[in-house]
Antibody, heavy 118, light 111 residues
Framework: EVQLVQSGAEVKKPGESLKISCKGS????????IAWVRQMPGKGLEWMGI????????RYSPSFQGQVTISADRSISTAYLQWSSLKASDTAMYYC???????????WGRGTLVTVSS | QSVLTQPPSVSGAPGQRVTISCTGS?????????VHWYQQVPGTAPKLLIY???NRPSGVPDRISGSKSGTSASLAITGLQAEDEADYYC???????????FGAGTKVTVL
């Protein structure tokens, strides 16, 4: 089955670091871009950035540049999203998504809920 | 404020037709970049509904259609059903941001 499996929900304190993961299976992981999309509580979708696992070419939305780091380990078909110092405003659902032939996102993970609270 | 503008909500009775607009600019839709649409049922991940302006992935019924003209795009749902009640998002590429952009979403309510 073609799928993206994301790591489980996280509860963290402000200032802590965090790395969440997204494992692809059922397709050639290194041949498709993987993006991360944020959805804050009760809000819409925001594109954060994207990585090509084949060569780790990475692009960021200006809104998220410097705030997060996107990486990938092609040997285990896994992409990552990490923070070095979380803020309460990072509380959100984070989706990893596969970019299709165009700039459409044709495969979505189920999301990782990150809660940052003191 | 989103780069792509959608109405916050639309509604219709079962069986009726509703349309959702998505208005962009010369750096995204107007530049010729494709528009894609997603459906998000509350509590679940979004799902691709229309790609490349008007193409339906396998499994999406043909009562759902998309179109694009100039700096705008539209999603139409005919024969509205209770299961269509969800949030709908348009998405495109923006050359000034060098990345993807989403509309703020439209909530469809079936009366």
């Amino acid at each position: 089955e073609v799928q993206l499996v994301q790591s489980g929900a996280e509860v963290k304190k402000p200032g802590e670091s965090l790395k969440i993961s997204c494992k692809g299976s059922g397709y050639n992981f290194i041949s498709y871009w993987i993006a991360w999309v944020r959805q804050m509580p009760g809000k819409g979708l925001e594109w954060m950035g994207i990585i090509y696992p084949g060569d780790s070419d990475t692009r960021y939305s200006p809104s998220f540049q410097g705030q997060v780091t996107i990486s990938a380990d092609r040997s285990i078909s896994t992409a990552y999203l990490q923070w070095s110092s979380l803020k309460a405003s990072d509380t959100a659902m984070y989706y990893c998504v596969r970019r299709g032939v165009g700039w459409d996102f044709d495969l979505w993970g189920r999301g990782t809920l990150v809660t940052v609270s003191s | 404020q989103s780069v792509l503008t959608q109405p916050p909500s639309v509604s219709g009775a079962p069986g009726q037709r509703v349309t959702i607009s998505c208005t962009g600019s010369s750096s995204n839709i107007g530049a010729g970049y494709d528009v894609h649409w997603y459906q998000q049922v509350p509590g679940t991940a979004p799902k691709l509904l229309i790609y490349g302006n008007s193409n339906r992935p396998s499994g999406v019924p043909d009562r759902i259609s998309g179109s694009k003209s100039g700096t705008s795009a539209s999603l139409a749902i005919t024969g509205l059903q209770a299961e269509d009640e969800a949030d709908y998002y348009c998405q495109s590429y923006d050359s000034s941001l060098s990345g993807s952009v989403f509309g703020a979403g439209t909530k469809v309510t079936v009366l």
